[in-house]
């Protein structure tokens, strides 16, 4: 069975699933493609594919003969590209972390061979009052690498920020940020032992060790169980992740509206959430991440230049940060822990299991 695989250029998560459902499909894939662009390009390598094609140097007819020369096609988050693969003869498959977020479930999915979404608050509601005209919607419990267990005493902080790779925002910008919060979190942290591990976009960042910052989801899933305090961006994936092998986490301020979104419902629901949105250090300020997202990404693109330019706001970050480690410590495990008996950890195997039923 050939299958042709993509995600969405789009912060982290989509890459990152569409690397592990590869991964588990494994030797039921007798040649596998990827097809992408950007910074998910980065762990979806050769390694576990292959062919990689780079699709920002490919024309439409080059892509669409690619894709129909595969049995299958499976994306992640992209429809514009399960639109485009609707006109060839493969089969086209959408897995969807995000079916929760959006204003309306997307229209492509009526005319798909299946539609997998990722289970989160209001999910099966959602799905089960959306009537598809042709062919499954299927919802699965959250898509968690599994890890053994971690021997001896955690020890160290885990900085994974993720999101700042998307259409919305400028790389210069996005880089001058990261480098700024990194120097306060270093110093924030320096007295925790253990050192400081990264987990970034290597474009975004330099002077760093390149191994150390350009991991695959399975390695940053890893990291996250050895380590004592995790200092997150909330992407759905280090909510779910975080939940089952985190020790402590203080959530970074959100970087595009579905972070915003999630954040704002780990902390409706976990009331002792450590959080460090971008009010509690930023005066007068008011994000609605459930506005329109170019409105709310204006708003983001605003607080990030004025963090990088204000050295009182990043005092403001800096205080807020240490308060946040001095609550995290008193902790025994994140307050979201029950996230994952609400919607499971198994969503691999479901995955695995779906497809290959559905491909006989």
Not at 33 to 41: C, K, N, P, R
Not at 256 to 272: R, T, W
Not at 280 to 285: D, V, Y
Request: hydrophobic share 40%.
């Amino acid at each position: 069975m050939r299958i042709a695989f993509n995600a969405e250029a789009f912060g982290y998560g989509p890459a990152a699933a569409i690397y592990l459902i590869r991964r588990e499909l494994g030797t039921t894939v007798s040649w596998a493609t990827y097809l992408g662009a950007g910074h998910t390009l980065n762990f979806n390598t050769k390694n576990i594919y292959n062919e990689v094609v780079d699709t920002s140097s490919r024309s439409k007819d080059e892509i669409l003969a690619i894709i129909n020369s595969h049995d299958y096609f499976i994306t992640a988050c992209d429809f514009q590209m399960a639109k485009l693969g609707t006109l060839t003869n493969s089969k086209i498959v959408v897995y969807d972390m995000l079916s929760w977020h959006w204003d309306k479930i997307p229209r492509i999915v009526e005319n798909i061979h299946l539609y997998i979404v990722q289970d989160f608050f209001n999910v099966k509601e959602r799905i089960r009052s959306h009537s598809m005209k042709s062919g499954k919607a299927l919802i699965t419990e959250a898509i968690i690498p599994y890890i053994p267990p971690q021997l001896g005493p955690p020890s160290g902080t885990l900085f994974n920020i993720g999101g700042v790779s998307n259409p919305f925002l400028d790389d210069n910008l996005a880089s001058d940020f990261v480098l700024t919060i990194l120097d306060i979190v270093k110093n924030c942290t320096s007295e925790l032992g253990g050192g400081l591990i990264l987990n970034i976009n290597p474009k975004l960042i330099t002077n760093e060790i390149s191994d150390q910052i350009n991991v695959d989801p399975l390695e940053s899933a890893k990291r996250l169980s050895k380590v004592k305090l995790s200092i997150l961006s909330p992407g759905l994936g280090n909510i779910y992740e975080s939940a089952l092998y985190s020790h402590n986490v203080i959530w970074l301020p959100p970087l595009n509206n579905s972070q915003g979104q999630q954040l704002f419902l780990i902390k409706k629901h976990f009331p002792n959430t450590i959080h460090l949105d971008w009010s509690l250090f930023m005066p007068n300020l008011y994000i609605n991440y459930f506005d329109k997202q170019h409105k709310v990404m204006a708003k983001i693109n605003s607080c990030m230049k004025c963090f990088v330019l204000k050295g009182n706001i990043q005092n403001n970050f800096s205080t807020k940060l240490r308060e946040g480690i001095r609550k995290s410590i008193l902790l025994d495990y994140p307050p979201h822990k029950e996230l994952t008996d609400l919607f499971g950890t198994n969503g691999l195997n479901q995955i695995f299991n779906y497809f290959s039923s559905f491909a006989l």
